[in-house]
């Protein structure tokens, strides 16, 4: 159930509690004012998460073109780098320990 269809749900019952003469609770958090204050705050702080989803999603992409993009990403330059080190410093030297235990993958 998606958050939209539980607020959605969550105002019926709301209607449906205030359309019902019998419903007079005396506990503050169970009076319809409350809960309408409280579905109120619901739907805002979901809405507020809608509009971020978008920058979110935007900023994800321009990561993942960034690290792993084919050609100049983060991870063909710290290959290289690491290509580079063993060349001038021999696969035995301690300067190529240093770098060859750290892993480095294109995720697709």
Known sequence: MS????LDNFDKLIQLLDSSPLYTPNETDLQLTTIKT????????NAA?????IPLSNAR??????M???GASMVD????????IKSVFGATSPQYKQVSKLAFKVIP
Not at 3 to 6: A, I, L, S, V
Not at 39 to 44: C, H, M, Q, S, V
Not at 61 to 66: K, L, M, Q
Not at 77 to 84: E, P, R, S
């Open 3 to 6: 958050f939209d269809n539980r």
């Open 38 to 45: 409280y579905y109120d705050t619901l739907n805002a702080k």
């Open 49 to 53: 998460v809608k509009t971020a989803i």
């Open 61 to 66: 992409i321009s990561r993942d073109e960034i």
């Open 68 to 70: 792993y993009k084919a």
């Open 77 to 84: 330059i710290a290959l290289d780098v690491k290509t580079y």
